[in-house]
T-cell receptor, first 119, second 116 residues
Framework: GAGVSQSPRYKVTKRGQDVALRCDPISGHVSLYWYRQALGQGPEFLTYFNYEAQQDKSGLPNDRFSAERPEGSISTLTIQRTEQRDSAMYRC?????????????????FGPGTRLTVT | AQSVTQLGSHVSVSEGALVLLRCNYSSSVPPYLFWYVQYPNQGLQLLLKYTSAATLVKGINGFEAEFKKSETSFHLTKPSAHMSDAAEYFCAVSDRITGGGNKLTFGTGTQLKVEL
């Protein structure tokens, strides 16, 4: 079946502009995550949705970053007034519903990412 | 908070040689550990995961990893490297977060190069 898709794959924007990054998760996956990956680093957690509810946004670096998932499927990560330090790969992942409250074993399926460059 | 450390940002092996990629973890609770592989222009793909069922975990493409609590390690191995194994490999630990989610905390990655 189709995997996680993200668009655009590449985005170049000028400092100060707003950008919106889209994630289309695997059908039926209720959990959706956003990560940011700087060059030479591993992905870092930004935010988590369970269905349409944003349950954890502790990783968002500041209030210029926001995310939504209004219908519990497609999600959009928006960065306002972009800065050069926002340049990175932005990755989305989705997963199934955990079997139990203590289940930490389920796999997250990652999309190909959006490479954002702020000039 | 849990964390993982990957020793060696670049590893180079000859085709047919043993692959060993190191990962050490820090966790106050029994860890759930993962190895992901990232090929150029693709998303991260799960190689294998440790969920306390067995200490030796076998994954895809001939990779395996052994959980050693005494050494706080979860090193990734493959007996014989193939050219197609050249990629970046990430070790990760799963943390419980608000609302039933599990965030992954990744290491900095190891770039594997396979030479003829």
């Amino acid at each position: 079946g189709a995997g996680v898709s993200q668009s655009p794959r590449y985005k170049v924007t000028k400092r100060g502009q707003d950008v919106a990054l889209r994630c289309d998760p695997i059908s039926g996956h209720v959990s959706l995550y956003w990560y940011r990956q700087a060059l030479g680093q591993g992905p870092e957690f930004l935010t988590y949705f369970n269905y349409e509810a944003q349950q954890d946004k502790s990783g968002l670096p500041n209030d210029r970053f926001s995310a939504e998932r209004p219908e519990g499927s497609i999600s959009t990560l928006t960065i306002q007034r972009t800065e050069q330090r926002d340049s990175a790969m932005y990755r989305c992942a989705s997963s199934r519903q955990p079997r139990s409250w203590t289940d930490r074993s389920y796999e997250q399926y990652f999309g190909p990412g959006t490479r954002l460059t702020v000039t | 908070a849990q964390s993982v450390t990957q020793l060696g940002s670049h590893v180079s092996v000859s085709e047919g040689a043993l692959v060993l990629l190191r990962c050490n973890y820090s966790s106050s609770v029994p860890p759930y550990l993962f190895w992901y592989v990232q090929y150029p222009n693709q998303g991260l793909q799960l190689l294998l995961k440790y969920t306390s069922a067995a200490t030796l975990v076998k994954g895809i493409n001939g990779f395996e990893a052994e959980f050693k609590k005494s050494e706080t390690s979860f090193h990734l191995t493959k007996p014989s490297a193939h050219m197609s194994d050249a990629a970046e490999y990430f070790c990760a630990v799963s943390d419980r977060i608000t609302g039933g989610g599990n965030k992954l905390t990744f290491g900095t990655g190891t770039q594997l190069k396979v030479e003829l």
